[in-house]
């Protein structure tokens, strides 16, 4: 089992830039594809940006060119940079971990690992 803790949330104003950090414990994440899904307030989660174990990285529409995801396995660590943030962006930010796949679309419901998620607000 692995065990993801997220921080970095915070209030910013539109236009900022925040960089999420999701701390993972208990397993390697490189056994694991990963991502970064977020909830809005009245509203179903979503993908934000996913990567797999070699790298690779699918990001949702809304996001492209202004969120950037990578992975250290060194230091068992999974990031979101975010700039040029808008109020549409808001919402709980929550890391994900499963070892078969993590995707961007409705499938998140079967991904196994997550974090409690941390709060981004922008304004």
């Known amino acids: 089992h692995v065990q993801l803790v997220e921080s970095g949330g915070g209030s910013v104003q539109v236009g900022g830039s925040l960089r999420l950090s999701c701390d993972a414990s208990?397993?390697?994440?490189?056994?694991?594809?990963m991502g970064w899904f977020r909830q809005g307030l009245g509203e179903s989660r979503e993908g934000v940006a996913v990567?797999?174990?070699?790298?690779?990285?699918k990001y949702t529409h809304a996001v492209q060119g202004r969120f950037t995801i990578s992975r250290d396995n060194d230091k068992n660590t999974l990031s979101l940079q975010m700039n040029d943030l808008k109020p549409e962006d808001s919402g709980i930010y929550y890391c994900?971990?499963?070892?078969?796949?993590?995707?961007?679309?409705?499938?998140?419901?079967?991904?196994?690992?997550w974090g409690r998620g941390t709060q981004v607000t922008v304004s």
């Open positions: 994900a971990a499963d070892p078969e796949s993590v995707r961007l679309g409705l499938g998140w419901t079967s991904i196994l690992y």
């Open positions: 208990g397993s390697s994440i490189s056994y694991y594809e």
């Open positions: 990567i797999d174990r070699s790298g690779l990285t």
